[in-house]
């Protein structure tokens, strides 16, 4: 089986990125890592990469004159390192339209929500703000306006009661560090692909029963 050679774009913890780096020890595991791109100086996802022996590079946004020079310098770090699958994991720049295009259907990104609800920032708290009861995540093909693209895989989670913007994150980054792998998996493996700006493919979506939130049975026992 050939892996295929994926770069990692992160620009901060880098915890999406341990879950792949994780996921790409297993025997059989259609991706290797084999470059990580940080944006930001100190980034604590670099020193997890370089625990596992995978190559980082830091190009900081602040070094380029425009958005153009920036993504060019990316691009030809990701080319030189002869990626072939780029997965942005809590990378938070947005790309210019020719970088997205050069890296059109072999671009992830993770965001932590049910898209296409509640694109961009402060998700957790606008969640809450709108007394959603159910949340999540969402891996998608990068397009060039931000957190869209064709749905290649969800989770989703309960919102509770007594939730705060971090104990929800942080029952979504769970989700997350199980869903990113499993989206990977799918499209490194070939198993899907976009057509028609929908991500179709081979998997079968089991049926299985609806998520209630509050619980059907809640208070009437
Ligand atoms: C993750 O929750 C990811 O979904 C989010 O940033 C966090 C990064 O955490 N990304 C976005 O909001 C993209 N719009 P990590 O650095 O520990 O993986």
Redo the contacts with the bound molecule.
Sequence with gaps: MTRKRVGVL??????????LIEACKAPGYPAKIVLVVSNVPGA??LARAEASGIPTLIINHKDFASREDFDAALDGALQGAQVELLC?????RLHTEGFVRSWWNRHL????SLLPAF???H?HARVLDEGVKISG?TVHFVRSE??CGPIVAQAAVPVLVRDTPDSL?AR??EA?HRLYPHALRLVASGAVHVEGERVVGMTQIRDQPAIFSPPLDEGFD
Excluded: W, Y
């Design positions: 992160i620009s901060g913890r880098g915890s999406n990125l341990e879950a604590q996802g942005n994991a809590g990378f938070l990104n993770i965001h932590p694109k961009g920032l998700t995540c931000m957190d994150a979504v980054l997350e």
